[in-house]
Nanobody
């Protein structure tokens, strides 16, 4: 089992920045692939950014490329999402996810956090 706990969400004005964190505990060896996903009201969940253990591969949704950066600190068992130049359309609940073998923005990850709210006002 893997436990994921997100933090760092909040309210910010358009153009601002936030950094989300995801603390990983439990069987961390099952978290070979991790990612950030989001779900806005009335919309389906979408992949934002995904990364492999060690960061050798990473992918971003077109809507966040150049603005968001996914990274990880394996020593701290923490995944991050640095979000810059935030837009009102980035408003959503952001979820951290992990999986031992699945990778991709549209993949179904096995482990999920409870989510953290990000609200961007214009």
């Amino acid at each position: 089992q893997v436990q994921l706990v997100e933090s760092g969400g909040g309210s910010v004005q358009a153009g601002g920045s936030l950094r989300l964190s995801c603390a990983v505990s439990g069987n961390t060896y099952s978290a070979n692939f991790m990612g950030w996903f989001r779900q806005a009201p009335g919309k389906e969940r979408e992949g934002v950014a995904v990364i492999s253990r060690g960061g050798s591969i990473a992918d971003y949704a077109n809507s966040v490329k150049g603005r968001f950066t996914i990274s990880q600190d394996n020593a701290k068992n923490t995944l991050y999402l640095q979000m810059n130049s935030l837009k009102p359309e980035d408003t959503a609940i952001y979820y951290c996810a992990a999986d031992p073998a699945t990778y991709g923005l549209t993949a179904l990850y096995e482990y999920w956090g409870q989510g953290t709210q990000v609200t961007v006002s214009s």
